[in-house]
């Protein structure tokens, strides 16, 4: 095979490139979107490497997941979306290829980039017509300022973006916000459980209120994890869920609700730890095989 070939753009390696062949996009079930923004970040910077970086990392992994082969059902990997202009034409882009995914029938897979681009995702899930979905979050912020840094499309913000557009929300493993934030949960009605409740006794299940949507779109932010799994990310936070736990979580989630896409965000690779790229890489495609895998 020459690798060459296995390029989604230059310097963008397709998922899982060294084991097969890019499938046509008509026969591949998981749609993989790099966006590479970082603009707001407020700390470490990096995130805009994070995309690149998992994708060349999943070169490295197996096929099989320890449980079944999810690359049989097709991954295909689109060139990272152009990350030019000001933040609302940046989402405006995410939007339109998560319609054009939505509507050939197949699930849009982020991979970023700072958080912002989760906002582009849902826009486009509800612009394409998706109706009676709600949002779960993996993170270490709850990301619900109306504005951070006078920025309303700050990575801090992107939640108070989607709750304003009346999508519910589901908050898990947060540990750092602010008292705008518990206000704002308050006013839209966001549930959670927190670090504090999940952490210590490793809650691995979990129950969805009855009255929250079928169809959901899951958001990991990498610093919802603990520090000690991916330090590589701009805002670590002590006390984050861990490995196992949270994919027993994404599974919780599987089990009661029709995922219908998800992104993994805020990853910041540090040159020469390339543990933390192919772990991230292992995440998602972890994540594609719970939802690949009938629940049981």
């Not at 966001?190 to 779109?217: C, G, I, M, S, W």
Request: aromatic fraction near 10%.
């Amino acid at each position: 095979m020459n690798q060459f070939d296995q390029l989604a753009a230059p310097g963008y390696p397709v998922f899982l490139g060294s084991e097969q062949e890019q499938p046509k996009p008509e026969d591949a079930r998981f749609h993989i979107i790099p966006a590479p923004y970082e603009e707001s970040v407020s700390y470490g910077g990096g995130t805009a490497k994070g995309p690149a970086a998992i994708l060349a990392a999943s070169w490295q992994l197996e096929t099989w997941d320890g449980k079944s082969t999810p690359a049989q059902q097709g991954i295909y990997t689109h060139a990272p979306v152009d990350m030019g202009g000001t933040p609302e034409e940046v989402i405006e882009r995410i939007s339109q290829l998560t319609q054009e995914i939505v509507k050939a029938g197949k699930m849009p897979v982020m991979l970023g980039g700072e958080h912002t681009v989760t906002y582009g995702v849902i826009k486009g899930l509800l612009e394409a017509g998706v109706e009676d979905f709600g949002v779960v979050q993996i993170d270490a912020h709850a990301d619900l300022r109306d504005a951070y840094e006078d920025n309303p499309y700050s990575h801090a913000s992107v939640m108070k973006r989607i709750v304003d557009e009346d999508v519910p929300l589901f908050q898990l493993g947060v540990r750092a916000m602010c008292q705008e934030e518990i206000k704002s949960r308050k006013v839209h009605g966001v549930r959670h459980l927190d670090a504090e409740v999940l952490v210590p006794k490793n809650v691995q299940t979990f129950e969805l209120p009855d009255e929250f949507p079928e169809k959901v779109y899951f958001t990991l932010d990498i610093d919802g994890m603990d520090p000690s799994i991916f330090p590589s990310t701009g805002t670590p936070v002590p006390g984050g869920l861990g490995w196992y736990q949270t994919l027993a979580l994404f599974e919780s989630v599987r089990k009661q609700r029709q995922i219908i896409g998800f992104d993994i965000v805020e990853f910041a690779p540090i040159e020469g730890f390339h543990a933390y790229e192919f772990s991230a890489a292992l995440l998602a495609y972890k994540m594609m095989g719970i939802i690949e895998r009938p629940p049981v």
